[in-house]
Nanobody, 121 residues
Framework: QVQLVESGGGLVQPGGSLRLSCAAS????????ISWFRQAPGKEREGVSCISSGAGTVYYTNSVKGRFTISRDNAKNTVYLQMNSLKPEDTAVYYC??????????????WGQGTQVTVSA
């Protein structure tokens, strides 16, 4: 079965940290760029971060730059999103997606079911 599965979400206080995981099954992540999106109630899906297949290029939306870090471990077939200094505005369902090839400019070809992140005092 070809799929992506997100995990690691939960409830955290402002200023706290979470590490999200995106695990692939049924295929290898070696040749694909992987990105993270998030969607909050009443809002459109927002791109958060992306990493190229060789990890040579990474992108972050301005609101998370300096707080979030994307990384990949191809040997584990997993991409991570380390989230530090979390804010209530970060509350959303977080999804990972597979692009069509090596680069983040490619079209989305697969995505997961999402994991809920709630930041609240």
């Amino acid at each position: 079965q070809v799929q992506l599965v997100e995990s690691g979400g939960g409830l955290v206080q402002p200023g706290g940290s979470l590490r999200l995981s995106c695990a692939a099954s049924g295929f290898s992540l070696d040749y694909y760029a992987i990105s993270w999106f998030r969607q909050a109630p009443g809002k459109e899906r927002e791109g958060v971060s992306c990493i190229s297949s060789g990890a040579g290029t990474v992108y972050y939306t301005n609101s998370v730059k300096g707080r979030f870090t994307i990384s990949r471990d191809n040997a584990k077939n997993t991409v991570y999103l380390q989230m530090n200094s979390l804010k209530p505005e970060d509350t959303a369902v977080y999804y990972c997606d597979r692009r069509g090839g090596y680069f983040c400019s490619g079209d989305v070809s697969l995505w997961g079911q999402g994991t809920q992140v709630t930041v609240s005092a």
